[in-house]
């Protein structure tokens, strides 16, 4: 009996480690680009001024947002806000804290130790790919940026896709997904 519910649980935490079968998935289809989705994922209509833009929900909470255009954002993390904690006491004016990160000393401080998310490099449909992700899951951007996918009028365009603070499950089904996008050529 142990033998065979031992069996039967590393065949069911096998089954959970393997991508998703394709009748489990789908294909969105936004007119310039493809990408390879779960079933429930859905897509959400947006306008947008001088780009191209769009919404995917992912559920009921978490959704990602699409910029495809010249000024598409770069998913670039600002540098956090590191302040030494004797500088707070010369401040004259009431200080909202909640964004600051105070140290004792900022001397040796790494800025990097305080960044939210990391940063990898890929190719993605033949194309240099930045992707994003959190360093404490459920906490920051997960997505890509691509700089250059066709030149359009006078300027390049960019694409990115992105979510902020998704569930840890949607976060990995995200980074799946990113990896299948499909461009159309214009």
């Known amino acids: 009996m142990k033998k065979l519910l031992t069996a039967i649980i590393v065949t069911g935490l ?17 007119g310039a680009f493809t990408i390879e989705t779960p079933n ?3 897509q959400i209509k947006a306008k947008g001024i001088d780009s191209y833009v769009g919404r995917i929900a992912i559920d009921s909470t978490d959704t990602l947002d699409f910029d495809l255009g010249w000024y598409s954002n ?3 993390e600002g540098e956090p806000f590191v302040v030494e904690r004797s500088m707070l006491q010369y401040s004259q004016l009431p200080a909202d804290t909640s964004e600051m990160i105070i140290v004792e000393k900022l001397k040796g401080i790494d800025l990097d130790r305080y960044k939210k998310q990391n940063v990898s490099w890929d190719t993605i449909d033949g194309r240099k790919a930045k992707l994003v992700y959190p360093r404490r899951s459920g906490t920051g ?11 359009s009028g ?8 992105y979510g902020e603070n ?13 990896r299948t996008l499909k461009f159309r050529s214009k």
Do not use: H
């Not at 951007?141 to 030149?151: K, Q, R």
């Not at 006078?154 to 896709?161: E, I, M």
């Not at 569930?167 to 799946?176: F, G």
């Open 14 to 30: 096998t089954a959970c480690n393997q991508p998703q079968s394709k009748g489990e998935t789908k294909t969105m289809d936004f």
């Open 40 to 42: 429930s994922w859905k």
């Open 74 to 76: 770069t998913l670039t």
């Open 141 to 151: 951007t997960t997505g890509v940026y691509i700089d250059s996918l066709w030149v």
């Open 154 to 161: 006078a300027d390049v365009d960019r694409f990115n896709l």
């Open 166 to 178: 998704l569930k840890p499950k949607n976060e990995k089904k995200v980074l799946q997904a990113i």
